[in-house]
């Protein structure tokens, strides 16, 4: 079975703190994504990676960075938190060919206060 | 660029009644469909996909979704629900040659006995 793996489930933060959020994964994808999930706006993409130390930006990449040192291990950094940044985050992971499937971590719930 | 919309925020459902839950998408280019659904407290799960042949698709769980191009739908569908089909529930798109999702806003389908 894939698995992807959070390293939280839950985290509280405060404003201007820098938060790491850390997503692995065991079953040797290429592609490695971080969404965030609000309410009525579904899953909207962060940043991906292809490869390490590869990154592209999604849909929304402002107040958010990304690292790629190993294969298995994808980071979202928040540089200095803020309230807007309260949110459910997932990771996921999938093979590079584009008919595979992603597979999607449990997700952390970040509450900036 | 695709974008998808799924029509219903919330749909609440007797238990052993049939369900329907729509989603329409546009796009300029070829696309690959998905419906992932997540479960209370749970990261996403791949109920069923669409990539080519039979329009009709069968998933896990009893699930079903078709594919009709000419009207941009891929409505999911599934004749006798149980209680525990409670969850939130994700229409997605992606370009075929490509490797990013975009969601629709989910659909809250709850289970009354």
């Known amino acids: 079975d894939v698995k992807v793996t959070q390293s939280s489930r839950y985290l509280v933060k405060r404003t201007g703190e820098k938060v790491f959020l850390e997503c692995v994964q065991d079953m040797d994808h290429e592609n490695m994504f971080w969404y965030r999930q609000d309410p009525g706006l579904g899953l909207r993409l962060i940043y991906f990676s292809y490869d390490v130390k590869m990154k592209e930006k999604g849909d929304i990449p402002e107040g958010y960075s990304v690292s790629r040192e190993k294969k298995e291990r994808f980071s979202l950094i928040l540089e200095s938190a803020s309230t807007n940044q309260t949110s459910m985050y997932l990771c996921a992971s999938s093979f590079l060919r584009e008919h595979y499937e992603q597979y999607f971590g449990p997700g952390t719930r970040l509450t900036v206060t | 660029a695709q974008s998808v919309t799924q029509l219903d925020s919330q749909v609440p459902v007797f238990e052993e009644a049939p369900v329907e839950l729509r989603c329409n998408y546009s796009s300029s280019v070829s696309v690959y469909l998905f419906w992932y659904v997540q479960y209370p407290n749970q990261g996403l799960q791949l109920l069923l996909k669409?990539?080519?042949?039979?329009?009709l698709v069968k998933g896990i769980n009893g699930f079903e979704a078709e594919f009709n191009k000419s009207q941009t739908s891929f409505h999911l569908r599934k004749p006798s629900v149980h209680i525990s089909d409670t969850a939130e529930y994700f229409c997605a798109v992606r370009p075929a040659a490509g490797n990013k999702l975009t969601f629709g806003g989910g659909t809250r389908v709850l289970v009354k006995p």
């Open positions: 669409y990539l080519s042949g039979s329009t």
